[in-house]
């Protein structure tokens, strides 16, 4: 137990829709990340927020967007929803803002878009 | 564009032997490299590399970076069944973006 999670578990949505996944970082935490992870493939990094700013975006478009509270949760969402976007989502949690810190991984939300 | 090549994909082999997992890597600004095992859901931690030419061990697993020649190892002496996953690894830049590689595919078989 990593002491993240992640709702809800599995997702079905359709093309066009919007969605809100959700994600707890353990206390403490004070940076989040989120990864989308394809059937076979490596987590890509969509973002990371620290003190509730992004700080840190990989090549995806705006609309994905993001979120994050101070109780250490945090929010991903997606509009305009595309076949394409069905996949596991991660969230990651860790102290700080990298180097020293290693980040611990919530059990994912699994997205089927239709 | 940062970039992160694991080798080899999938790997089979019988309980008790040695495996070697590779990561070959360019990035930016290069930060740590990490180490991850998939077997389900959530990757769980296993080692994070800053500095060349230490090796880091944890029981049957050890890992080593070559900041020189851009890549890692990952060991496992003495496979078990129990470590079947997949095997992830992860370069971080200064700009706090994480590049994964695709991930080798380990099978112990009994």
């Known amino acids: 137990e990593t002491g993240v999670t992640q709702s809800p578990t599995h997702l079905i949505k359709t093309r066009g829709q919007q969605v809100t996944l959700r994600c707890s970082s353990q206390?403490?935490?004070?940076?989040v990340s989120w990864y989308q992870q394809a059937l076979g493939q490596g987590p890509q990094f969509i973002f990371q927020?620290?003190?509730?700013?992004?700080?840190g975006r990989g090549n995806f478009p705006p609309r994905f967007s993001g979120l994050q509270f101070p109780n250490y949760s945090s929010e991903l969402n997606v509009n305009a929803l595309e076949l394409d976007d069905s996949a596991l989502y991660l969230c990651?949690?860790?102290?700080?803002?990298?180097?020293?810190?290693?980040?611990?991984f919530g059990p994912g939300t699994r997205l089927t878009v239709t | 564009e940062d970039k992160v090549v694991q080798s080899p994909l999938s790997l089979v082999v019988h309980e008790g032997d040695t495996v070697t997992l590779n990561c070959s890597y360019e990035?930016?600004?290069?930060?740590?490299l990490l180490w991850y095992k998939q077997e389900k859901k959530a990757p769980t931690f296993l080692f994070m590399l800053?500095?060349?030419?230490i090796e880091k061990k944890s029981g049957r697993l050890s890992s080593i970076l070559d900041k020189k020649e851009l890549f890692s190892i990952l060991n496992i002496t003495a496979t078990q069944t129990g470590d079947s996953a997949v095997y992830l690894c992860?370069?971080?830049?200064?700009?706090?973006?994480?590049?994964f590689g695709g991930g080798t595919r380990l099978m112990v078989k009994p």
């Open positions: 990651a949690s860790r102290v700080g803002t990298g180097g020293l810190y290693e980040q611990y």
């Open positions: 206390s403490g935490h004070n940076t």
């Open positions: 927020y620290y003190r509730e700013e992004e700080n």
């Open positions: 990035v930016t600004n290069f930060r740590s």
């Open positions: 800053t500095s060349s030419g």
């Open positions: 992860a370069v971080e830049a200064l700009s706090n973006m994480l590049t």
